[in-house]
């Protein structure tokens, strides 16, 4: 357990250089055109956009600096030396770094929606490897109540490789589009990260008590170097943290849920993402009619958000966007007003769907009453896990 | 061996893939403020610039898609996984990915000096901790004529990280002071790189075998998307490669002679790159004047290039500089005007040093001469490694 001790400290430093390093770097940010606008906000600054490459980069060195110190004990037994752990811990590191790479390529260069699928598929290819060379094990195991018909585990074999790529394509893209107000990237990813540490902390005295230490080993820096770019991230913005930091996070978890085996775990510290996905799914895909941004609308005036709308024309509607628009009515999960010619609904988004239930509140209220529904999540999340769980699973 | 030609077949998708994709991301870069005007031309086209990250995602996709193939064979006899070879390739891929992203951070954002030197060191790290968890030798072979003194073999320590980080810090930085002209850049890698590769097939035979096949798989996908590349950045330029590209063509070659321990031989293949720092070294540590660009003057005129110059003013001359001035005088090492109150000498690099010798020529003539002499030195560099070093070596 020393190690992880001198990890927390290392991780503290990671906090102190990242927290410094960010308003030094912002100049260079602006200079070199990566900036954008509040849009929340009466003033027009230049906010330096993708800062996510800053903290990422120092989460990486401290990363790499871990190194020597957890694995260099094993060096001195070289006849038990845990290959497999550090060919995972590279494997993973070298995953979060494509995506890094990735993102700060997407920040920079604006690539269009197909490579967004696709970058992240190209960044977990080092993890699926190493998961194919080190255990190779794509085995499900059934939960009671199904085992009469599929027995107590089902190898699902290349199937298992496809979910695991696309938990790295989910992971990175439900932080991104749960987006839009000051600090809620960030926050989000904070909370789950926690949850992350929690969980490993309580299953230390498990028998997968390595998987756990080695996610450890990852979420200890991941979570220093995220909680300085959320200080400056945090209502009033001073930095935007960009699509780079959305993919480096989703990454970051979807590397410890594979690599140490915890994938159905980390979905439901998900469950505001895996909502908001849900309920965007109708605009994501075109169903609905989507504009360019959905973030809710700010008014100068109140100083306050409200729920952003979009307006469909009546003739557009064809069976299933009436089918879909009529159950979510009756589940009172749209607002929507009605003319002869058109609907107009709001955007199918969680952050909207807030605003309609709570109605119209500051940007920092917001931020703060969403984070605090990921928190009650992931209370919800260890309920299902530990208590409900023994229905489903021998412990 | 079949797994090579697996590789090289891969290679060649790599090769078409990176050559389609450059002319179609071109317009993005320069969209995305990332070009720049090629001063050697009459015409002021905006040319992307960075495209070096193009080429090096290919490369590094290749190298993950290849890894299950060539490990998936050891994964059969689970006894005898090559667990250090795994996780030398997945470290060195690291390395060369952080490389990747920091090269680019540093088109996109344009850091300081001091990064320069900086980002190397970092993106070294993981090399430098895989070589101390799987070898940690740090004994260095003593010539033949100095084991009287030394013995056979000395073992300099931590001393020898040091050697290899200021390996990987040379290598990335040295491709990128022998620049600006078109072609350059790549053109010397390509000659690097497939020295290399001939090098490796000349020892296949030898006991060291692994390592070299080891140095292969690396080299031949890196080959293949750089000769891509080349095609595009060739005289006159489409695209221009940024320092993303040199600093990635650095490290990979700092990769396979750390971990293939060939790293005296890969200096030998930089002999160019060796001559023109040592011979850069007065003004690039400000002893004498230095401009912001030490690129050939181009004459509209005539289409040729000619050596560019500064001017020294007589009373900002110490001792240290006179006397440099005045060996490279006698060693006609650079040619100088002189009136009362100055001095004007050409800039100090092996460019100008061939427009001073071979008289002003053309762009593309410049190029190739400075490529020929490349192959050259690759076999005064073969000769040194071979028939001469029996005297120094045992064999």
Same mark, same amino acid.
């Given at each position: 357990?020393?190690?992880?001790?001198?990890?927390?400290?290392? /991780?503290?430093? +990671?906090?102190?250089?990242?927290?410094?390093?960010?308003?030094?770097?912002?100049?260079?940010?602006?200079?070199?055109?990566?900036?954008?606008?509040?849009?929340?906000?009466? $003033?027009?600054?230049?906010?330096?956009?993708?800062?996510?490459?800053? /903290?990422?980069?120092?989460?990486?060195?401290?990363?790499?600096?871990?190194?020597?110190?957890?694995?260099?004990?094993?060096?001195? =037994?070289?006849?038990?030396?845990?290959?497999?752990?550090?060919?995972?811990?590279?494997?993973?590191?070298?995953?979060?770094?494509?995506?890094?790479?990735?993102?700060? +390529?997407?920040?920079?260069? =604006?690539?269009?929606?197909?490579?967004?699928?696709?970058?992240?598929?190209? +960044?977990?290819?080092?993890?699926?490897?190493?998961?194919?060379?080190?255990? $190779? *094990?794509?085995?499900?195991?059934?939960?009671?109540?199904?085992?009469?018909?599929?027995?107590?585990?089902?190898?699902?074999?290349?199937?298992?490789?496809?979910?695991?790529?696309?938990?790295?394509?989910?992971?990175?893209?439900?932080?991104?589009?749960? +987006?839009?107000?000051?600090?809620?990237?960030?926050?989000? *990813?904070?909370?789950?990260?926690?949850?992350?540490?929690?969980?490993?902390?309580?299953?230390?005295?498990?028998?997968?008590?390595?998987?756990?230490?080695?996610?450890?080993?990852? @979420?200890?820096?991941?979570?220093?170097?995220?909680?300085?770019?959320?200080?400056?991230?945090?209502?009033?913005?001073?930095?935007?943290?960009?699509?780079?930091?959305?993919?480096?996070?989703? @990454?970051?978890?979807?590397?410890?849920?594979?690599?140490?085996?915890? *994938?159905?775990?980390?979905?439901?510290?998900?469950?505001?993402?895996?909502?908001?996905?849900?309920?965007?799914?109708?605009?994501?895909?075109?169903?609905?009619?989507?504009?360019?941004?959905?973030?809710?609308?700010?008014?100068?005036?109140? =100083?306050?958000?409200?729920?952003?709308?979009?307006?469909?024309?009546?003739?557009?509607?064809?069976?299933?966007?009436?089918?879909?628009?009529?159950?979510?009515?009756?589940?009172?999960?749209?607002?929507?007003?009605?003319?002869?010619?058109?609907?107009?609904? $709001?955007?199918?988004?969680?952050? $909207?769907?807030?605003?309609?239930?709570?109605?119209?509140?500051?940007?920092?209220?917001?931020?703060?009453?969403?984070?605090?529904?990921?928190?009650?999540?992931?209370?919800?999340?260890?309920?299902?896990?530990?208590?409900?769980?023994?229905?489903?699973?021998?412990?």
């Amino acid at each position: 357990m020393w190690e992880i001790l001198i990890l927390v400290v290392l /991780s503290a430093l +990671a906090y102190k250089i990242t927290d410094g390093l960010i308003p030094n770097l912002k100049d260079l940010f602006v200079k070199a055109g990566l900036y954008g606008v509040d849009l929340c906000k009466t $003033n027009k600054n230049k906010i330096p956009e993708a800062i996510g490459v800053v /903290s990422g980069c120092i989460f990486l060195v401290t990363s790499f600096i871990f190194i020597p110190i957890v694995f260099g004990n094993g060096l001195m =037994d070289t006849q038990h030396f845990p290959h497999n752990e550090f060919a995972e811990l590279l494997a993973g590191l070298l995953s979060i770094c494509c995506m890094l790479l990735l993102g700060f +390529a997407d920040d920079v260069l =604006d690539l269009r929606w197909r490579y967004k699928l696709l970058l992240p598929t190209v +960044a977990s290819l080092p993890l699926l490897v190493v998961y194919f060379v080190n255990f $190779n *094990s794509t085995t499900f195991v059934v939960p009671l109540p199904l085992r009469y018909w599929f027995g107590v585990s089902v190898n699902i074999g290349f199937l298992y490789y496809i979910y695991m790529g696309m938990l790295a394509v989910f992971c990175t893209n439900a932080i991104n589009i749960l +987006a839009g107000i000051n600090g809620l990237e960030v926050g989000q *990813s904070v909370v789950i990260a926690l949850s992350i540490v929690v969980f490993n902390i309580i299953e230390l005295r498990g028998d997968q008590y390595k998987a756990h230490t080695f996610s450890l080993h990852i @979420m200890i820096p991941y979570l220093a170097t995220t909680l300085a770019l959320l200080k400056h991230n945090w209502y009033p913005s001073k930095v935007f943290v960009g699509d780079t930091f959305c993919y480096v996070s989703g @990454m970051t978890f979807a590397v410890v849920a594979i690599l140490s085996h915890f *994938s159905k775990t980390v979905l439901l510290f998900f469950l505001p993402q895996i909502i908001n996905f849900l309920y965007s799914v109708p605009q994501l895909f075109h169903i609905i009619p989507c504009p360019r941004h959905r973030l809710p609308k700010y008014s100068a005036e109140t =100083d306050l958000l409200q729920a952003s709308r979009t307006l469909i024309a009546k003739k557009d509607i064809n069976f299933l966007s009436k089918l879909i628009l009529q159950i979510l009515t009756i589940l009172h999960l749209v607002e929507r007003t009605e003319d002869e010619e058109s609907i107009t609904i $709001n955007n199918m988004t969680l952050i $909207n769907l807030f605003l309609i239930k709570l109605g119209p509140m500051s940007e920092v209220r917001l931020t703060s009453k969403l984070m605090a529904f990921q928190v009650f999540c992931t209370c919800v999340a260890f309920v299902i896990r530990y208590p409900l769980a023994s229905y489903f699973y021998d412990s």
